[in-house]
């Protein structure tokens, strides 16, 4: 398998864009998370999807974000309008919940700056 | 709040030596431990877990101890080696999702 993909890796975009990250998680996987990392923060989850069902969205910091599963094998997360202070590491980890808890598989992250 | 603390944010030990990497937290309800490592440009990996049935939890050169009581666990790598050198996350879950710790830079010097 070729594990968690997400892109773009790298994204400049100045501030007031729109901005999608996307994501395709590990074949079979039924639930995918959306991370953000940042110095001050470590790793926030920022929402986790379910068999493509939003479970907790708690973490999205504003409305400017947004995600979407449309179905098992894709999710973006976009920020309209972006903000300098969105710039981050956003990365995506899926994993199968199937009973127990199983290890997050992330991938290697989309750097988001925002000018 | 962060219910995950890695109060230490960085750590260097000399090759050979042991690192000792912890981590706390204040939700009684995590009963799953995870330690993941991660490299400059990369996501992060998964490394060792512990439930909180066990105490101890030992792969090769990793041991993670969970102290239930005190609401503490802790990596153990021994010896350490110039590839030990990374980022190391704690996570902690209640069952459904993962909260992490900040992260600790270990740097281990050759």
């Known amino acids: 398998d070729a594990g968690v993909i997400q892109s773009p890796r790298h994204e400049v975009t100045e501030m007031g864009q729109e901005v999608t990250l996307r994501c395709k998680p590990i074949?079979?996987?039924?639930?995918l998370f959306w991370y953000r990392q940042t110095m001050m923060r470590g790793l926030e989850l920022l929402i986790y999807?379910?068999?493509?069902?939003?479970?907790?969205d708690s973490g999205m910091p504003e409305d400017r974000f947004s995600a979407k599963m449309p179905n098992a094998s894709f999710s973006t997360l976009k920020i309209q309008p972006s903000e300098p202070r969105d710039s981050a590491v956003y990365f995506c980890?899926?994993?199968?919940?199937?009973?127990?808890?199983?290890?997050?598989?992330f991938g290697p992250g989309t750097r988001l700056t925002v000018t | 709040d962060q219910q995950v603390k890695q109060n230490s944010p960085s750590l260097s030990v000399q090759e050979g030596r042991i690192s000792i990497l912890n981590c706390d937290y204040t939700n009684s309800m995590f009963d799953y431990f995870l330690w993941y490592k991660k490299y400059p440009a990369e996501g992060p990996t998964f490394l060792i877990s512990i439930s909180s049935i066990k105490d101890k939890n030992e792969d090769g050169r990793f041991t993670v101890f969970l102290n239930k009581s005190a609401k503490h666990l802790s990596l153990h790598i021994v010896p350490s080696q110039p590839g030990d050198s990374a980022v190391y996350f704690c996570a902690a879950s209640p069952g459904n999702q993962f909260y992490f710790g900040t992260g600790t830079s270990l740097t281990v010097i050759p």
């Open positions: 980890a899926s994993s199968s919940l199937a009973g127990v808890i199983d290890e997050q598989y």
């Open positions: 999807f379910n068999n493509n069902v939003p479970i907790d």
């Open positions: 074949s079979g996987h039924n639930s």
